[in-house]
């Protein structure tokens, strides 16, 4: 079922500032960075070790980056977990009275649902299938194809 968790994203006020922390702090590897207009956010993606985290910083006070910062200050925004096959995962789920939501594929690349916070982790899920030749790539490789 549950292969890995594939990465943190993490909501800051200001990423630059943030990821001179991270750098410095944790000796993080940059990866790439992009501004998603339609959510409302930057994302900086970064390599700590064998870990991945990404760091989401607000583009409008209106986005959900923004009102996650507003309610909880800047935390662990998503946790995100990859499965062998999103569709077994998603029945799965659904038999347990576990609601999904925001399905989104890259065609591709990967597949993706979400879950809301209201889970036995309490925090938001993010989990998705990776496809073809992503399945088994870096993590530098994947994320650098959904974000360029």
């Known amino acids: ?17 943030s990821r001179k922390r991270l750098e410095d702090l944790l000796g993080a590897k940059f990866v790439v960075e992009k ?5 409302q956010y930057k994302v900086a ?11 989401l910083e607000p583009t409008s006070p209106e ?10 200050g800047e ?5 995100a977990l990859e499965v062998e096959n999103l569709n077994q995962f998603i029945n799965h789920l659904h038999s347990q009275g576990v609601k999904t939501s ?3 594929e890259i065609e591709g690349v990967r597949k993706e649902v979400l879950v809301g916070a209201r889970n036995p982790l309490g925090v ?25």
């Open 124 to 148: 938001i899920l993010q989990i998705f299938e990776w496809l073809g030749e992503y399945r088994n790539a870096s993590p530098e490789k994947r994320m650098t194809k959904v974000w360029s």
């Open 45 to 55: 993606i970064f390599q700590i070790g064998e870990s991945t985290f990404s760091m």
């Open 1 to 17: 079922m549950i292969k890995k968790v594939d990465h943190i994203a993490i909501a800051v006020r200001n990423l630059q500032e």
């Open 102 to 104: 925001n399905y989104t």
């Open 63 to 72: 986005g959900f980056v923004a009102k996650h910062i507003e309610r909880y």
């Open 35 to 39: 501004v998603n207009p339609e959510g």
């Open 75 to 79: 935390t662990m925004q998503h946790l």
